[in-house]
């Protein structure tokens, strides 16, 4: 019987290779180099992932916790769980991995795609059955497309970290509260 991979060295390896990722990216950054950072051999990296992209892929896939807002009976407020669960408490050095993820997409492909099915792409879905949801209860203009109404959020939070500008609780807080006054029905407060 397999005895359980130590939860210490799975820490060290992932902590390592975000590490590596951020200073060096995804092409520069080797099995040899995490294994170092790390305090391991490759042998322990190689038991708990296939290779680099799924290493990467579960790295990036760990620092945002899952979504999974509950039904509180108000759409506001479930939408709101969604923005302080939902988004990376420090935008640029997010932004950073996945520009280096797009940056690869050419020779890896399968990085990007894993970021998007594991990360991105269930995100987005969370977000637009609240839209959804609050369209059903007449909480948000039932005429507006739920999938443009998360770009309409997500997108001013990526062109403020591109610009350099403060993307943390203050402007979240006051962006939310402008793009809530935009998507309500109008009789709602």
Do not use: C
């Amino acid at each position: 019987m397999a005895r359980p991979l130590d939860s210490n060295v799975n820490a060290a390896i992932e902590n390592a290779a975000l590490t590596l990722l951020r200073e060096q990216g995804f092409a520069r950054m080797t099995m040899e180099a995490i294994a170092s950072t790390a305090g391991v051999g490759k042998p322990a990296i190689y038991r708990r992932f296939r290779d680099k992209a799924q290493l990467v892929s579960a790295v990036i896939a760990a620092q945002l916790p899952l979504l999974d807002p509950p039904d509180l009976g108000d759409t506001r407020a479930e939408l709101w769980q969604a923005v302080e669960q939902g988004f990376p408490p420090d935008g640029p050095a997010y932004v950073g991995l996945i520009g280096g993820l797009i940056a690869e997409q050419t020779r890896h492909p399968e990085l990007i795609e894993a970021f998007r099915r594991s990360v991105l792409l269930p995100r987005r879905a969370v977000a637009k059955a609240l839209i959804e949801r609050g369209q059903e209860r007449g909480d948000i203009q039932r005429d507006l497309d739920p999938e443009a109404a998360v770009d309409l959020f997500a997108g001013p939070f990526l062109a403020r970290v591109f610009a350099g500008a403060e993307t943390g609780p203050r402007w979240r807080k006051r962006a939310f509260g402008l793009w809530w006054n935009f998507i309500r029905e109008r009789h709602v407060q």
